[in-house]
């Protein structure tokens, strides 16, 4: 298998990821493309604390994201890809459009400039429009918190 | 005498304020936690509701899991802060003695508060 899940949510690796997602797809690799975790020790072992020991979990910085893609879609693991904003999404689906094809908006909440689109998804008009620029490019981008609840295409949230 | 210490909660959806009801309920006391909820807010967010409900003061956090945001939040900008001690795995035992132990410091009620809620985990 491959990275089976590429997910938005700038709670990172919580609840809703693990249980959630996580036993309903199957997930056995956790990746979190932040740079700021990936350089902090002490960060990655409290979100460690929140996965079960069969799952593995890899921080990795933006670039770092970029040297393992292939290895990720090939090691035979059902992958979840974490992101905690959508910048670093549009960059990851840019350089590797073959990976990134599903996005999932699963927590972005609120900021100074973002507006509400669902209770859990606020977006800044320019947010909105990269988001859309990637659908346009073929990704498909749906807001779903839980599996368990419906998804909400994109261009229900302009 | 010094500053009797302040409970804060935090929790997930609407767990916090349902304890510190329920607390305030059983003991009779009130102001003495405040809750906190993880609902509509990202880390950031989230860590400046914690602070603010600890309001410089020396305190206890209890936080409902022993993992997760409700925890992150709370340990990014505490865990170096001396006046200040976390119990996770939260529940009203613990809240309540808690509450009438509020002299001691942070250290000393959070490891009672801690014991008193491990002793109402039963099997009966």
């Not at chain 1, 977006?123 to 659908?135: G, M």
Request: hydrophobic share 45%.
């Amino acid at each position: 298998m491959s990275i089976v899940l590429c997910r938005i949510d700038d709670r990172l690796i919580h609840g809703q990821v693990v249980i959630g997602w996580g036993r309903a797809m199957a997930i056995n690799l956790i990746i979190l493309v932040d740079d700021q975790v990936a350089g902090s020790e002490w960060e990655q072992e409290l979100y460690r604390m929140a996965v079960a020991p069969e799952i593995e979990v890899r921080f990795v910085t933006v670039a770092e994201a970029a040297t393992h893609m292939a290895d990720w879609q090939s090691n035979g693991k059902r992958g979840l890809m974490l992101t905690g904003d959508v910048e670093t999404m549009v960059t990851l689906r840019t350089t590797h459009p073959e990976v990134v094809q599903r996005i999932n908006l699963g927590g972005i909440h609120h900021r100074p400039g973002r507006r509400e689109r669902l209770p859990f998804v606020y977006l800044t008009d320019q947010e909105l429009r990269s988001l859309q620029a990637l659908e346009a490019g073929g990704a498909v981008i749906t807001a779903q918190d839980l599996p368990t609840s419906p998804p909400v295409a994109l261009r229900s949230l302009a | 005498m010094s500053e009797e210490l302040q409970g804060v909660v935090v929790c997930h959806g609407v767990l916090a304020g349902a304890l510190v009801q329920a607390a305030e309920q059983i003991s009779g006391v009130a102001g003495a936690l405040s809750p906190v909820t993880n609902t509509g807010c990202d880390r950031e967010a989230l860590e400046d509701r914690v602070i603010a409900a600890v309001g410089g003061r020396p305190a206890v956090v209890f936080v409902d899991l022993a993992s997760g945001s409700c925890l992150f939040a709370v340990l990014k900008r505490l865990r170096s802060e001396q006046s200040v001690k976390v119990v996770t795995g939260v529940n009203l035992a613990m809240l309540v003695d808690f509450i009438f132990h509020r002299s001691l410091t942070p250290e000393q009620a959070a490891t009672r508060a801690a014991l008193a809620g491990e002793k109402s985990i039963r099997i009966p």
